[in-house]
């Protein structure tokens, strides 16, 4: 009697792996094949918070030296095109290099007295450094930024880069907001992640990151 080979059918649970396997790596290429844009954005943007965080540690390294931050007029000698990616005599012991952005652009940067914040705008709409509802309206920051140009930044401790700018009108007193009000900070303190606002809690403008 004659024994028949059978044919076996199907795969193996081994072979479905293999075949998963390859056709996700097909499609990772295919995207990056066909959204190039959007890997070189991703590439830019890191660039960008890496050079914002440079200049944030270099200026309160400044502050720590002098008691100061930068001054507006220094600022504006130094943040040219003409200085990008050179160095600044006045802040080599902060910056090896002065950065800037894509097409040596300068970042915008707002100093005052006693804060500062450097801004600029991320490639990557859906960057999770963006702040929430930035654009979808769901949530009002009084910024004094046009959201379709400026999405991310970085400032001092004791304001935040996507809020106006903290007026006179807000006084020095700090405040905490918490469940009983708004109570005077004083002796206690008031740091991040705490609700500190200068002079006022009804006022958004007058919230700061940390009384601190």
Do not use: Q
Not at 64 to 87: A, M, R
């Amino acid at each position: 009697m004659k024994t028949e080979n059978k044919k076996k059918l199907g795969f193996t649970l081994v072979e479905l792996l293999v075949v998963m396997v390859i056709l996700s790596l097909l499609m990772i290429a295919a995207v990056g094949v066909l959204n190039p844009r959007s890997l070189t954005d991703r590439a830019t943007d890191l660039a960008r918070k890496k050079d914002l965080n440079k200049m944030r540690t270099a200026f309160e390294e400044y502050f720590n030296d002098k008691g100061k931050y930068p001054s507006f007029s220094d600022l504006n000698n130094w943040n040219v095109s003409g200085n990008c990616n050179k160095t600044v005599s006045e802040m080599s012991n902060y910056l090896n290099k002065w950065p800037c952005g894509t097409g040596n652009t300068p970042y915008t940067i707002i100093v005052n007295t006693n804060w500062f914040k450097v801004v600029t705008n991320l490639g990557n709409k859906k960057d999770k450094d963006i702040p929430e509802g930035w654009y979808d309206g769901s949530r009002t920051y009084t910024t004094n930024f046009n959201k379709n140009e400026v999405n991310y930044g970085v400032s001092s401790s004791n304001v935040l880069w996507y809020e106006g700018d903290i007026s006179a009108a807000c006084g020095s007193i700090c405040l905490k907001l918490n469940a009983s009000g708004c109570n005077d900070a004083a002796g206690v303190g008031c740091k991040s992640p705490d609700n500190c606002y200068l002079g006022t809690c009804s006022l958004v403008s007058c919230k700061v990151s940390s009384c601190e």
